[in-house]
Structure formats: structure tokens, C-alpha cells
């Protein structure tokens, strides 16, 4: 067993290095001067690896030694967190062991939601929060800066209005989306909102692709060929906004993504979502929410599920591009 179990975790502990590696390049081209903990980190996993490699020609207690060093890096990173491979890869499997697509009604309307966007067929893709009656978001939504597929790019941070955003993904995207509702007192939405304007502070407005066309021609035809963000912009109405820099303004798809903004703000918002530990998937987090809710946790204290057949219908005319049922 030890032949197949010890190769595995040194392949692991080595690829952790390897992405903190490519989170502290980004970093440094970025601008971002809290680095120490990421390269702290990233030696750590370096060592450990190198040493792990040469476990059966030193002492097992040796090898033990750095496997507690490592298990404290491994903690320190909880910031850096693990491969989004890993949900990518167990989450559909585990999601049809939920019964979250059971549409309890909510008992009020709550503080705060955490949003996650389950493609057809259950493989989850996405999370953001919701607010104040708009959605927060980040991702990599700018085609012109993808590279490696969409696995980096210049990420982007956008708000739109919660309903509209809801609909749009049910109809357009074809995607169900599961709500958890928080209660948070005044103190805790207070300093999510701080947290938030202290990430926007490194921001400037960012314009989709439609959105300019409009700004010069008015009379412009809308097209199912435009971008992500185009159609976001039409049907949703959403705000763009890109980084001058640091940790938010390269997307990286392992460590740098949608969940990092999430992260953030959810980690002001009380110590039972604070303390979890590594988090970095959209899986992880909503197997978290689930589980608190389920346990009657007086932070998450509701579970909504959106699709096609039950979201909000709407009349004008602009919203009706993703009213009509097919």
C-alpha cells in the first residue's frame, strides 16, 4: 500500500508547490506586496516533496517529521487552497447525494446568499453572493485576455441585479441555481461591504464588448453571437470592473478564481464560515453551506432552488429576450 500511497502524496505535495510557484509570479507581476506567506508556503511544499522523494533511503521518523511540517504549511495556505480539479472530477458524483433540489420556502428574506450554478446534468461551474438586491461576482470573462484555454486571464469583478442575473442563467445558460441564505447582524454586512470596497480600491470600469457598440451606435442589434459579458451587460445589467492590481487582477482557474471573492467576503461574515479551513472549490464551499444548514445553523438558516420553471418572469422588453420559454 505504502508503494502506491507515498508516490501519490509526494506527486501532490509537488503540485501544491507548483501552484503556489505560479500564485507568487502572479503576484509579483501584479503588484502585490502580501507575498511572504505564499512563498513561505510554496518553499515549504518544496522541501517537504524533495525530502518525501528520499524517504526510503532516511528514516521514517524523519519522513513523519516533514509530513507535520507539511500538514502546517497545508494549513497556513488557507488562502491558497486546493485544486479545483478535485470537484471538478468527485463534485457531480457527490451532488446527486443532496437533496438540495428540494425547494423549502424561506422563512425571510435573508442577509446575505451565497449563489452556486449547476450546469445541466449536475457539475457545478460557479458561485458568487448576493446582497442588497445585486450579485457580486469574479471570474474570467474577457475572451480577448484567455490563455490556455480559460484557465488564465484578467479577471474580472462584476455586480448585477440579483433577479435578472437569476433568470438570465436559468434560461440562457440552461444552469439550476442553489441559494443559501444567511442571517448576519449589522456589524458582520457592514464589514463585508468594507471588505468589498477595499478589493474595489485596486479597480477601475471595465466595458463589454456591447456595451461600448451601444455607447457608439445606439440602434445596435443584439445577437446571440455577442460575449459572456455583452449578454450579461443586456439581460442582467450588470457593472464590470477589472484590477490595476494586486490578488484579483489575474484569474488563475486552480487558485485565483471565483470562490477566492467569495472567500473574502464570507470570512467577515462570522467564525463558523471563518474557521472551515482550505477552500477553494465551489464544491467544497457549498458541501460546507449544506452542512450547516442542515445541522440548523443560525448563519445559514435557508435553501432556495432556481431553474427554468420557477424563476421570475419578466415584462419589459429588453428582459423579455430571456422571459420566453422555449
Given amino acids: 500500500m505504502s508503494v502506491i500511497i507515498?508516490?501519490?502524496i509526494i506527486v501532490y505535495i509537488f503540485f501544491k508547490a507548483m501552484i503556489k510557484l505560479v500564485d507568487v509570479i502572479m503576484g509579483s507581476r501584479d503588484g502585490n506586496e502580501n507575498q511572504a506567506l505564499d512563498i513561505i508556503v510554496f518553499f515549504s511544499y518544496l522541501l517537504a516533496g524533495i525530502i518525501l522523494s528520499f524517504a526510503p533511503a532516511i528514516r521514517w521518523g524523519t519522513a513523519l517529521t516533514l509530513l507535520i511540517f507539511y500538514c502546517a504549511a497545508f494549513r497556513l495556505s488557507n488562502r491558497g487552497f486546493p485544486s479545483v480539479f478535485v470537484s471538478t472530477l468527485i463534485f457531480p458524483r457527490f451532488i446527486r447525494r443532496l437533496d438540495i433540489l428540494k425547494n423549502p420556502i424561506c422563512p425571510e428574506v435573508p442577509d446575505m446568499e451565497v449563489l452556486f450554478h449547476l450546469r445541466p446534468g449536475g457539475k457545478l461551474g460557479h458561485c458568487d453572493i448576493a446582497f442588497n438586491g445585486r450579485v457580486v461576482s469574479y471570474g474570467n470573462y474577457d475572451t480577448e485576455t484567455y490563455k490556455w484555454g480559460r484557465t488564465f486571464g484578467q479577471g474580472i469583478f462584476f455586480t448585477a441585479e440579483r433577479n435578472r442575473y437569476i433568470r438570465f442563467c436559468a434560461v440562457h445558460d440552461l444552469k439550476t441555481t442553489v441559494c443559501y441564505g444567511l442571517k448576519l447582524s449589522p456589524e458582520r454586512i457592514a464589514k463585508a461591504k468594507?471588505?468589498?470596497?477595499?478589493?474595489?480600491k485596486q479597480s477601475y470600469p471595465w466595458e463589454s464588448k456591447f456595451q461600448r457598440l451601444c455607447e457608439r451606435e445606439p440602434d445596435a442589434a443584439y445577437s446571440d453571437d455577442l460575449d459572456y459579458c455583452s449578454k450579461l451587460w443586456f439581460a442582467a445589467g450588470a457593472k464590470f470592473r477589472k484590477f490595476h492590481s494586486g490578488g484579483f487582477k489575474s484569474y488563475f482557474a486552480i487558485s485565483k478564481n471565483c470562490v477566492l471573492l467569495v472567500w473574502h467576503i464570507l470570512r467577515e461574515t462570522g467564525n463558523k464560515i471563518h474557521g472551515m479551513g482550505v477552500i477553494i472549490t465551489p464544491g467544497n464551499l457549498?458541501?460546507?453551506?449544506?452542512?450547516?444548514?442542515?445541522?440548523?445553523?443560525?448563519?445559514?438558516?435557508?435553501?432556495i432552488v432556481y431553474n427554468k420553471s420557477n424563476t421570475i418572469k419578466y415584462k419589459t422588453d429588453e428582459e423579455d429576450v430571456w422571459g420566453k420559454e422555449s
Avoid: T
Avoid at 194 to 200: G, K
Avoid at 286 to 303: A, H, P, Q, T
Fill in 6 to 8: 507515498i508516490p501519490a
Fill in 194 to 200: 468594507e471588505e468589498i470596497i477595499r478589493i474595489l
Fill in 286 to 303: 457549498l458541501c460546507l453551506l449544506e452542512r450547516l444548514f442542515k445541522s440548523g445553523d443560525d448563519i445559514v438558516f435557508s435553501r
